[in-house]
Structures are given as C-alpha cells and as structure tokens.
C-alpha cells in the first residue's frame, strides 16, 4: 500500500515539477562562489546543513554563493557531460541590444559521467579545470583535446 501510495503521490507532483526527470533524488546541491572564475571554489553538497555551515562560516564572511539545485540526469554526449561556451555582447539596455557571436565551442569532462561522483573532473568541464586530469576511460568518439567546435557539434546533433 505504502509503495503504491508513493507512486500515485510521485505522478499528482509531477504536472507541478517539469525538471523532475532532470533534477533527481540524491539532493544533489552546487554551490558557486561570486567573483570568482575558472571554477575555483565550486562544490557538489548534499546537505542542507553543510551548505549553511559553508556560506556562514565566519572566515568566508564577505563571500556571497549561488546556490543551486544541481541537474542530476543532465543531456550527456557519450556519457559525458559537457557545456557550451557561447559570447553574447549587450551593447544597450534600452531598447535591449544583444549581439551573439555566430561561433562556440563545446568542453567536455575527462571522465564520464556518474552522479555518485562528487569530483571536479566528472562535473566542471571548464579548461581550467580539466587540464589538471588525464582522459578517463571513455568514448572513443570524444575528442582527447575536450572540445568541439561548433560544427562538430551540430553534425553530432
């Protein structure tokens, strides 16, 4: 009765939480300092408590955090995860002006994607970070370099 129960709870959630699927069950939390680039200082938490303890601590006082919930079954290319690095140029805020740079490239992880793993190299797919790891065992079909340009990428889609 309990598990049927659960079930029938899950699917009246469901029309209300579209990112369901996406965001997962492990309470997987990341959380980005400010002012900050190349991925310093980016966390994978799991608890409520930890996080607090982080952006409370006295020593860190000044620093501000984007704390978000972390999509737990993100779109992975072969297994691994990846992001798209696109430039965009706001030239005026009224009327809005947006000018977006035609090319992009995509950076790929060293290793491939598992959401048990909380290590930089499975989850920040930033240069900064991953020229630190060697290629895991992946894909042969992903590039040893981690990036795509973005013809590359839209052949693959």
């Not at 900050?36 to 620093?63: K, N, W």
């Not at 005026?92 to 995509?106: A, E, F, G, H």
Request: contains cysteine.
């Amino acid at each position: 009765a309990l598990v049927q129960e659960s079930k029938e709870t899950l699917q009246r959630t469901e029309p209300h939480w579209p990112q369901l699927a996406q965001d997962g069950i492990r309470n997987v939390w990341i959380v980005k300092p400010g002012a900050q680039s190349r991925g310093r200082g980016i966390l994978l938490m799991h608890s409520l408590a930890d996080i607090l303890a982080l952006v409370q601590s006295p020593f860190i006082y000044e620093t501000k955090y984007v704390v978000q919930k972390y999509m737990e079954r993100p779109f992975l290319i072969y297994n691994t995860k990846f992001d798209i690095r696109q430039w965009f140029m706001v030239t005026d805020w009224n009327p809005l002006t947006i000018w977006m740079y035609r090319s992009s490239y995509v950076r790929f992880c060293s290793q491939e994607y598992d959401v048990s793993r909380t290590d930089e190299a499975v989850h920040l797919s930033n240069n900064a970070i991953q020229c630190k790891y060697r290629n895991g065992l992946r894909d042969h079909r992903l590039p040893h370099e981690n990036m795509w340009d973005s013809d590359t990428f839209n052949a693959f889609l």
